[in-house]
């Protein structure tokens, strides 16, 4: 079993900037995806950005410039830095780890951003 523990969700105006953190614990292996994925509402939850354990990332083209994914294997955890946001940004936000354990979700953050 993996735990996903996401922060960093709120509320910022368009343009603004937010980081959110999602750490994991549990049976991690070292070779491991982790990503972000997003769900608004009505819509389908979609891939935002994902990164492997050597760091090969992927994005989504309506975030690439603008958000950034990375990972610190010694704690667990990957970031997204969030910036320029936009009012079509708004989600919730889920945290995914996929290994060898498995493939597991967090239980998400909510973005909001106003305009």
């Known amino acids: 079993q993996v735990q996903l523990v996401e922060s960093g969700g709120g509320l910022v105006q368009a343009g603004g900037s937010l980081r959110l953190s999602c750490a994991a614990s549990g049976s991690i292996f070292s070779i491991n995806t982790m990503g972000w994925y997003r769900q608004a509402p009505g819509k389908q939850r979609e891939l935002v950005a994902t990164?492997?354990?050597?760091?090969?990332?992927n994005y989504a083209d309506s975030v690439k410039g603008r958000f950034t994914i990375s990972r610190d294997n010694a704690k667990n955890t990957v970031y997204l830095q969030m910036n320029s946001l936009k009012p079509e940004d708004t989600a919730v936000y889920y945290c995914?780890?996929?290994?060898?354990?498995?493939?597991?979700w967090g239980q998400g953050t909510q973005v909001t951003v106003s305009s």
């Open positions: 990164i492997t354990d050597s760091g090969n990332t």
């Open positions: 995914r780890y996929i290994g060898r354990s498995g493939n597991y």
